[in-house]
């Protein structure tokens, strides 16, 4: 079964809400997580990576205000996409290695397809 | 900084028959992860085999196995004995051993399986 929940996997909003995504590892604690972009038929585009109790670190060209992160727990990691635009218009997926040790394999939610109107 | 190559954009196999798909990178660490993940059309990540950089021999998962050519920096996937279950985007990652363990992504290459 699933080990990594994104929710939710489907929203179409309308030009300049607020749009919260969330990802949750459901066995295990994930003191980081990572958000990656992906347009379709493309590759995935990491954008921030996400840490329990601190800020996110942000990879370049990522507007920090525009998609915030916050970590508040070590089950949970939201992305909050900011007075979404329909560029803004993606597949979002989270992503959270398991465990202590580095050669754990990263466990994936089953993504977030956001349209923006 | 990685990056990671995967110069195939198409591929198309037989099935039952054997498809290499090929992934090259460059680093100047030592030691690292690579992985060949699978997308099919839910989009869900599958991950379909992973080597570790300090290991010389290749890793195998039933069907799949990788050459892993550590000074040429390439790091191919075989898929024997194809099924149609197999068709989908693979995407062959990279990823440091120590540091952050963010996942750097080749673009990806479509495997079309026909009957």
């Known amino acids: 079964g699933a080990v990594v929940s994104q929710h939710p996997s489907w929203v179409i909003c309308k030009s300049g809400t607020s749009v919260k995504i969330e990802c949750r590892s459901l066995d295990f604690q994930a003191t980081t997580m990572f958000w990656y972009r992906q347009f379709p038929k493309q590759s995935l585009m990491l954008m921030a990576t996400s840490n329990e109790g601190s800020k996110a670190t942000y990879e370049q060209g990522v507007e920090k205000d525009k998609f915030l992160i916050n970590h508040a727990s070590l089950t949970l990691s939201t992305l909050t996409v900011t007075s979404a635009h329909p560029e803004d218009s993606s597949f979002y997926i989270c992503?959270?290695?398991?465990?202590?040790?580095?050669?754990?394999?990263?466990?994936f939610g089953d993504g977030t397809r956001l349209s923006i109107l | 900084a990685q990056t990671v190559t995967q110069s195939q954009p198409e591929m198309s196999v037989q099935e039952a028959e054997t498809v290499t798909l090929s992934c090259t990178y460059d680093?100047?660490?030592?030691?690292?992860?690579l992985f060949w993940y699978k997308q099919p059309p839910s989009r869900q990540m599958i991950l379909v085999i992973r080597q570790e950089a300090y290991k010389q021999q290749n890793a195998t998962e039933n069907r799949f196995s990788v050459n892993f050519q550590k000074a040429a920096k390439s790091f191919s996937l075989k898929i024997s004995d194809s099924q149609l279950g197999d068709a989908a985007m693979y995407f062959c990652a990279y990823r440091s051993q120590g540091g952050s363990e963010k996942l750097v992504f080749g673009k990806g290459t479509k495997l079309t399986v026909n009957p």
């Open positions: 680093t100047s660490e030592s030691d690292y992860y």
């Open positions: 992503s959270a290695p398991r465990g202590y040790y580095s050669n754990q394999p990263q466990h």
